[in-house]
């Protein structure tokens, strides 16, 4: 957009101003509403730690998964044309603009004890509803997509004819992936796990249909909200924040800088 | 040695077909063609990362063809270097010794990452990251890479394109310094007839897919086969045309006859009759000021339009009714005041004109 009088400049600086204050606004009231000392408190609240060491591991767990499988997934659309390729990449980012509660209540019929694919997990001892697994599974399905686009461009930012190179070089196929295209997009890869993480980290709407105790920090906060009111859930709320915002901070240190 | 048999390659809607050559043991060969004429995918189909639709690939009379790259021993230098970035040059250089058929230990990489690098003279960049290289370092530690791990099989695409005209012509004399201290058979990729000329025994002509001419660089520049070839090469004048038998000859092959075109009518020597292309070298046209009283030649009368001068040459571009170059020494340009605007007359043999 090209700017060209003050007055013009004025207005787009105005307007950008009132979107990042709504932003930071709210974030900063919740961070002066607590004091260290309500904070400690709130750690050793036993209940507390439990969600929160729940929140990590599962989220953790949900973040490998998605890497797992994911990773490969991400290479094969980054760089290998297939048939149906677009289609399998608007699956993959279909989850984005599902709502939660909707996404919660279809894994609830899928995973559901009474589903054939639930229903043959359940024999196999892995139970989805009200169990851990179920938290997982959730956090697997809304963070997968950022995962995957993520690490899909890192694979393309990388110059495939680099792959060539090393094989030439009496590298396998394998080999050049690992020593060569890997590294070089290993950053990218991290960074969209960890946002990806982040975005386990947050989930609630998937959650609260699947698993609703043991409870994740997300479920925790708005339980303390809706059973003692605003100021109990304000501690547990400005941690998750801390939480978030380290990861945050990590995120954007790990990602290229962007071009002026 | 590299020997290609009939190859079939296609690449998205190209086709590169019947391509059939031989490079002999620590031979040098060049590939040379205009931009999309196939032959960066010649060099991917002799690596092995093209797929082939029909032929057999050889080298050192062993059937490559089933082979993957990693399995066929040959260094690739390719014209963007595709260094690894997340590398030091030492360690792109040293990339392939530890996977290379006789791995050698640690010590044995070392030693061969220095000895390549005091060859290619880039010893003080060893720590140095990729980043930062001139167009001429990339380069010597590319050419150092693919050398590393002593593949018997060079190739080369265009390896000289991303750099100045100085550094090309010390980076290639070292190249050929290299490949004769080394007997590394090499196939190289080139648009430069030029390069073809210095550096190559032998060199095939690339057009649209196929294989126009091959021979060595001498016979290919002297006696092109096609319009294409003698333009591609820069023989000289290429001119549109038919060719006539002379009424009074009736021997069946090498007739004398008369070709016609581009305004000009020339005495020629021809094995056939019709639509055809005359070559004339500019060397062959002799200048004087005066015609010249020899009837066995063919005269054409002018003026000069331009000099060009070229080191010890001086081409002589003539207006003959059409353009025409002729080359001259520059000291009988000078002896002949050949200036713009002077008449002369060109001579040439009827036999010195190339009919393709």
Redesign the interface.
């Known amino acids: 957009m090209p700017v060209s009088s003050l007055w013009s400049r004025l207005v787009l600086a105005g307007l950008s101003a009132c979107l990042v204050l709504f932003v930071v606004g709210p974030l900063l009231r919740l961070l002066w509403e607590s004091s260290p000392q309500s904070l400690i408190e709130a750690l050793q609240d036993s209940e507390l730690q439990a969600s929160i060491t729940l929140t990590v591991l599962t989220a953790s767990m949900a973040t490998f998964l998605a890497a797992l499988l994911g990773i490969p997934l991400a290479y094969l659309l980054a760089r290998r044309p297939f048939p149906g390729r677009r289609i399998v990449q608007g699956i993959i980012d279909l989850p984005v603009v599902i709502p939660h509660p909707v996404a919660g209540i279809a894994l609830l019929l899928f995973l559901g004890r009474r589903s054939p694919v639930g229903g043959a997990l359940a024999d196999l001892g892995l139970e989805f509803v009200s169990h851990v697994p179920g938290i997982v599974a959730a956090m697997l399905f809304v963070s997968a997509p950022i995962l995957v686009s993520g690490a899909r461009e890192a694979f393309r930012a990388v110059?495939p004819?680099?792959e060539?190179?090393?094989?030439?070089?009496?590298?396998?196929?394998w080999?050049a992936f690992r020593r060569?295209t890997l590294?070089?997009a290993g950053r990218g890869i991290l960074a969209a796990s960890i946002l990806a993480w982040a975005r386990s980290v947050s989930e609630f709407g998937s959650i609260v249909i699947l698993t609703y105790n043991p409870k994740v920090a997300s479920i925790y906060i708005f339980d303390r909200f809706t059973a003692f009111g605003l100021q109990s859930a304000i501690p547990a709320a400005v941690i998750l924040l801390l939480v978030a915002l380290t990861v945050f901070i990590m995120v954007r240190v790990l990602q290229p800088q962007e071009r002026a | 040695m590299i020997r290609l048999d009939s190859l079939h390659v296609r690449v998205g809607n190209f086709d590169l077909r019947d391509i059939s050559l031989e490079v002999p043991p620590g031979g040098y060969a060049l590939i040379i063609g205009p931009t999309g004429s196939g032959k960066t995918t010649l060099l991917?189909a002799v690596?092995?990362?093209a797929r082939l639709q029909a032929g057999r690939v050889f080298m050192h009379n062993d059937d490559v063809t089933g082979l993957?790259?990693?399995r066929?021993g040959?260094?690739?230098v390719?014209q963007?270097y595709?260094l690894?970035?997340?590398l030091s040059v030492r360690d792109n250089i040293g990339?392939?010794i530890a996977?290379?058929k006789g791995a050698v230990d640690g010590a044995g990489r070392a030693q061969r990452v220095l000895e390549l690098a005091d060859m290619l003279a880039i010893t003080a960049l060893l720590d140095r990251p990729v980043q930062g290289l001139s167009g001429g370092e990339q380069q010597r530690v590319a050419l150092a890479?693919?050398l590393a791990?002593k593949p018997s099989i060079l190739?080369l695409d265009e390896p000289f394109a991303a750099v100045d005209a100085a550094t090309r012509q010390v980076l290639r004399r070292e190249l050929r310094g290299l490949h004769e201290r080394e007997g590394i058979t090499t196939l190289q990729v080139t648009h430069d007839f030029d390069e073809a000329l210095r550096l190559g025994d032998l060199v095939a002509v690339l057009s649209e897919g196929r294989i126009a001419q091959s021979g060595t660089p001498e016979q290919v520049f002297r006696y092109p086969n096609s319009a294409f070839v003698a333009r591609f090469v820069g023989t000289g004048n290429v001119i549109a045309g038919v060719v006539e038998r002379t009424p009074s000859d009736d021997r069946e092959l090498a007739f004398r006859g008369r070709f016609r075109g581009g305004g000009l009518t020339l005495d020629v020597v021809a094995e056939r009759e019709g639509p055809m292309h005359a070559v004339i070298r500019p060397e062959d046209i002799v200048l004087s000021l005066s015609p010249h009283p020899d009837s066995a030649r063919n005269h054409l009368e002018g003026t000069v339009a331009r000099l060009e001068r070229v080191g010890p040459i001086t081409l002589v571009h003539l207006d003959v009714g059409r353009p025409l170059i002729a080359s001259v020494t520059t000291t009988s340009s000078e002896e002949m005041a050949l200036h713009p605007g002077v008449r002369v007359v060109g001579s040439l043999k009827a036999t010195a004109i190339l009919l393709v």
Not at chain 1, 164 to 173: E, I, K, M
């Open positions: 110059d004819q680099l060539r190179v090393a094989r030439t070089l009496g590298d396998t196929g080999g060569v590294p070089l | 991917e690596a092995g990362h993957p790259p990693e066929r040959l260094g690739f390719y963007q595709h690894f970035p997340h990339y392939g996977r290379s890479r693919a791990p190739l």
